[in-house]
């Protein structure tokens, strides 16, 4: 996604072995009581905005510097981020300032209006990112120490990339946070061994990939990391998918958004039994880890998918495994993972 600034930072050389988890027992430390469902969007919008702040910080750098290709650029001007596939971030939304005002009473607000105005000047992060860090039982204090906290992590840089901090960081924290809300975690989040076992069996090098039920997007980040690590190019794939939680979509498209990968998720959150967002799709590969024995789900009789015949209603495995047969939806591959909920 981002090119960033090659800085010299002591930041980088944090990320070593068990660092995520270090970070981890600090961040939760300043959790408190408050709810680890709720916890999860204050820190990893955080750290959403902790990485592109870094990125744009980087080519900012370069642009200030002006030599070779960046003779006479404004470093202000944000088509110069866009033309490299970065985020433009406006001043008051840039991490040194939210850092510098972190000890102060109005950070929330500070945070909130930061997060309007990313929105604002990059229309693809348009209505997924928090903006409730001003809301009276968020206690400010603490909001502020953990920015401080994550402001000691470098992210976006060059040398921060290179060690894939930020896909560390962040996975480790869904991780965290899937397992300390218990069972409700497996609504957002799949085991990091699990997903990448089903990408492997699949080996989807080139085509469509489909998940209508995505979560927080684990399966189509394996699948770009799957892609690199055999040759590919990102982009050889091209990813689909739909969930049906609002907060846990916005979820899935800071983590496909950070890490530069493009994805059609439909225009919201939809239920895939009640709404398909993609009647049309011809995937190539069918990647999903649904809620299997789900007896609240919602039939369609008339759904295209019912090439079997009706499913019963009692019971969405019958309709899970009709919805992704790949006479249904693949033209080739499918792989189911039951989600127990």
Not at 59 to 69: M, N, S, V, W
Not at 145 to 156: K, N, R, V
Not at 169 to 191: M, R
Request: hydrophobic share 35%.
């Amino acid at each position: 996604m981002a090119r960033s600034r090659s800085t010299k930072s002591s930041n980088s050389s944090s990320a070593n072995i068990g660092f995520e988890a270090k970070l981890w027992l600090a961040a939760d430390k300043l959790r408190s009581n408050m709810d680890a469902a709720e916890y999860k969007h204050v820190v990893l919008g955080l750290i959403f905005l902790k990485y592109i702040s870094d990125s744009f910080e980087e080519h900012h750098a370069k642009l200030l510097g002006g030599r070779g290709e960046y003779a006479g650029a404004s470093p202000e001007d944000p088509d110069e981020y866009r033309a490299e596939n970065i985020f433009w971030v406006p001043p008051a939304a840039r991490w040194s300032y939210l850092q510098n005002s972190a000890k102060q009473p109005t950070i929330g607000k500070i945070v909130d209006d930061a997060m309007v105005a990313i929105e604002r000047d990059n229309p693809r992060l348009k209505g997924i990112l928090p903006k409730d860090y001003a809301r009276p039982a968020l206690d400010k204090n603490r909001l502020g120490e953990l920015i401080d906290l994550i402001g000691t992590i470098g992210m976006g840089d060059k040398a921060s990339r290179s060690k894939d901090v930020l896909g560390r960081v962040y996975e480790y924290f869904l991780s965290q946070f899937a397992s300390a809300e218990g069972k409700k975690g497996g609504q957002f989040y799949t085991p990091q061994s699990v997903v990448r076992l089903l990408v492997e069996m699949l080996a989807p090098y080139k085509g469509r990939i489909y998940d209508p039920c995505c979560g927080s997007g684990g399966m189509f980040v394996q699948s770009e990391k799957f892609v690199e690590a055999h040759g590919g190019r990102l982009g050889d794939i091209s990813i689909y998918g739909q969930e049906s939680n609002a907060t846990t979509r916005r979820l899935a498209m800071m983590n496909l958004a950070i890490r530069g990968i493009e994805a059609d998720l439909g225009e919201e959150q939809a239920d895939t039994f009640r709404r398909d967002l993609h009647p049309d799709l011809r995937a190539d590969f069918v990647l999903a880890n649904p809620p299997f024995n789900d007896s609240d789900w919602f039939r369609k009789d008339d759904d295209a998918r019912w090439q079997f015949g009706l499913p019963p209603r009692g019971n969405a495995n019958f309709a899970l495994g009709a919805a992704l047969h790949p006479s249904s939806r693949a033209h080739r591959h499918g792989r189911l993972r039951p989600r127990q909920w």
